[in-house]
């Protein structure tokens, strides 16, 4: 890493009150260079939800001044009810956050020291919101950097996939988030009235949780926010970048795809990060000067060559064998001017074609897998710690049905959505199917490439739940995530079908049996041609710019402290980062996670924040009722004069018919030296009827 010091201009760090049309005021952090009230600068925006005084100090240092110090005014905003800022927090990407956000662009690009053009960007939830902002067009949002998320709220974000709810992200991103929204105020910012507006919070917020489960098909509640709904309402120049370790990174194609406003895109083999911050997998890129030849362009007329060059970089990993963590990928850079691709050919296999390791009766392949099918998936979103990826699928391949591809004579790239289309039949009327696509070595190791879903109830549309025909053959197809790979010559290419996957998919009450007409099921893959390899490229978007050794602004100095788990509540503390158990005599499997979101640490204004947090996820050999998952956490903030704890429980079962939720929240305050004071002590139980999943 190359930290750039001094920055080429001396910059100004302010904090500021964002006023907003109903008297609320968002706290607001500033970086400018300081010549700026005189010479107008193009305006950034930032707009989060977690905390710019405390948890995302470290990364906000990271890239707030370096914009600032190359000629931009860099704006970090927490939104409504987080943080310091006024108001409540309703949910996640709401109508109110968007109106919100609408208005702090007019605010900041009326500041004289603004331009009036401005550009957004974010991770994850600022990528949300960026992409969401810039489908209300606002005038002054010319450019937008969105980082590892969506344009699709319902079918690929932390709730469902393929129509099936996501046990292991519904659960547990509903505690995390319920978690970080408990926390208090800073009275440093909001002065001696921190404990009642935090009172406040917490008698009037409601764990999301529940509201997500209240919606399990694609209704208005899930198109409102997805900018897929209207492509066209994004005027914006959109740079548009993800991993292959991340979630999102379907989203990547789709933007460049369907976008008529100026696009990119990027996708590295990277996790859930920036690519610039040295998290694995790498190689990483100089992130941030990429992104600064896009502002340059964009928003101050530079003709630096951002408008033109590939319309997709995407970096193909070949030759590692599976592992949970990579430090870095082998493989190359691939540069293609339009997606789809010309250089991309669909290859369709029939499974008929290929050998299964498993019996075959009539052409006709069983799939029934244990309930612990999906114990090897790894983690939803991996940050780059040692345990993120998913290990070897041997295991995980022996609880499916595989079917083998002959294998090619040389090297087989892909990129793009690889398809499945089956005809099947069920034994009941709600059933899942789980296709993963690996890359069984010669000494039998298998690397799990990628995977897809189907809810079979949702076959017909995510909109609806139409119960599966008991005992009669369907035709069902869907997209496995995009992936780009190479498959080594020698190796076989295997798809794997499983009905159960937990706990990332949630089982469905009864425990179905599908029936798979393998001649009339067919895999498709989306094969690069043999000269892609000509294709290959080092550059950015820019030739030479930005895929060099990444650069930053100075660190914030902050302390990292080492969690003392003999002194924390075994509740909130995992036995290691990832385990998995068996009790033999009960037929139970847990899953013991410790999500490693942070830790614990001391800020350079004297804050100490400890954070210990736990998941486990429980299931029972041949009882899909026994699925329950539990996120625990405990937070504490401390500084000279105050101090504040809490602790959240939240816990996910079901039966035949509903959704069993329970969130429990304590909360204390200590002021000055007088005694801890109970600021809050709450329970909600939920019960939520399960009408498609």
């Known amino acids: 890493m190359k930290y750039i010091d001094p920055l080429p201009q001396e910059i100004l760090v302010e904090d500021a009150w964002i006023p907003l049309a109903d008297g609320a005021r968002l706290h607001a952090r500033i970086w400018r260079p300081r010549d700026s009230g ?9 707009y989060l939800p977690y905390r710019l005084d405390d948890w995302t100090a470290p990364r906000d240092n990271e890239r707030h001044p370096y914009y600032a110090g190359h000629g931009y005014a860099s704006v970090r905003v927490d939104i409504r009810g987080t943080g310091s800022s006024d108001g409540l927090f309703i949910d996640e990407y709401s109508e109110q956050e968007q109106a919100d956000g609408l208005e702090v662009i007019a605010w900041i690009a009326a500041q004289p020291w603004c331009t009036g053009s401005l550009g957004m960007f974010g991770i994850s939830w600022g990528g949300f919101n960026s992409l969401q902002l810039a489908g209300h067009a606002p005038e002054p949002l010319k450019a937008i950097v969105t980082v590892c998320s969506t344009d699709d709220r ?29 926390r208090p105020p800073r009275p440093e910012v909001v002065g001696e009235a921190w404990v009642g507006q935090w009172r406040q919070r917490l008698e ?10 209240e919606h399990q098909e694609r209704d208005e509640y899930w198109r409102q926010g997805s900018v897929c709904e209207d492509y066209s309402s994004i005027k914006a120049a959109v740079l548009a970048v993800g991993g292959w370790h991340d979630p999102y990174r379907d989203a990547v194609l789709r933007l460049v795809q369907n976008l008529g406003s100026p696009v990119r895109g990027i996708i590295g083999p990277w996790s859930h990060q920036y690519p610039d911050r040295g998290y694995a ?19 101050k007329g530079i003709d630096n060559g951002a408008d033109r060059g590939p319309k997709l970089l995407a970096f193909l990993p070949e030759g590692d064998p599976p592992a949970t963590y990579y430090e870095r990928r082998k493989g190359h ?71 083998d591809l002959p294998p090619a004579p040389g090297p087989v790239g892909i990129l793009g959505n690889a398809r499945v289309r089956l005809r099947l039949r069920a034994d009941q009327s709600e059933a899942n199917i ?46 496995m995530v995009g992936i780009g790979y190479v498959f080594a010559p020698g190796h076989t290419i295997r798809l794997a079908l499983s009905t159960n996957y937990w706990p990332w998919i949630w ?92 830790g614990s640490r001391r800020y350079p204004d004297g804050l100490v924040f400890t954070e210990y947090s736990r998941e486990t996820y429980t299931i029972r050999d041949g009882d899909p009722l026994s699925g329950q998952a539990r996120s625990a956490w405990s937070i504490g903030l401390a500084n000279e004069g105050w101090s504040a704890r809490l602790e959240t429980h939240s816990v996910l079962g079901a039966d035949a018919s509903n959704f069993l939720l329970t969130n429990t929240v304590t909360a204390w305050a200590t002021v000055g030296d007088a005694e801890e004071e109970l600021v809050a002590e709450r329970e909600w139980t939920e019960t939520i009827p399960r009408t498609s999943t």
């Open 507 to 598: 089982p469905p009450p009864g425990d179905p049996s599908l029936e798979i007409e393998l001649a009339a099921s067919t895999l498709e893959l989306p094969v690069l041609g043999a000269d892609a390899a000509a294709l290959a490229t080092t550059s950015g978007l820019i030739e030479g710019v930005g895929f060099g050794e990444p650069e930053q602004s100075p660190r914030l100095p902050v302390d990292y402290l080492e969690n003392d788990a003999g002194q924390a509540d075994p509740a909130f503390v995992a036995d290691s980062q990832r385990s998995v158990s068996h009790d033999v005599e009960s037929g139970t499997w847990v899953l013991d996670v410790d999500p490693g979101y942070g």
């Open 434 to 479: 789980i296709a993963r696509l690996c890359d069984v070595a010669p000494d039998g190791s298998s690397t799990l490439v990628t995977r897809g879903v189907l809810n079979l109830n949702k076959r017909e549309g995510r909109h609806q739940a139409v119960p599966m025909p008991i005992g009669e053959y369907v035709d069902v197809e869907f997209e």
């Open 204 to 213: 009037n917020t409601r764990p999301m949780t529940g509201q997500w489960l």
């Open 281 to 299: 997998p790498g190689p990483g890129i100089n992130f941030l000067r990429e992104t600064l030849a896009w502002w340059d362009h964009w928003l």
């Open 154 to 182: 319902y079918d690929n974000d932390v709730h469902y996939m393929g129509g099936a709810l996501l046990g292991i992200d519904m659960a547990s991103w509903g505690g995390t988030m319920f978690a970080f929204n408990a």
């Open 38 to 46: 005189r010479r107008p600068v193009p305006g950034l925006l930032e």
């Open 333 to 403: 850079w691939l540069g293609l001017s339009n997606w789809p691709a010309q250089e991309i050919r669909g290859q369709r296999h029939a499974l008929s074609e290929g050998s299964c390791g498993t019996p075959v009766h009539d052409g006709v392949a069983l799939v029934r897998s244990p309930q612990h099918t999906g114990a090897d998936a790894g983690r939803y979103f991996p940050f780059g710690n040692a345990t993120d990826l998913p290990p070897d699928q041997r295991a995980e391949d022996g609880r499916s049905v595989c079917i």
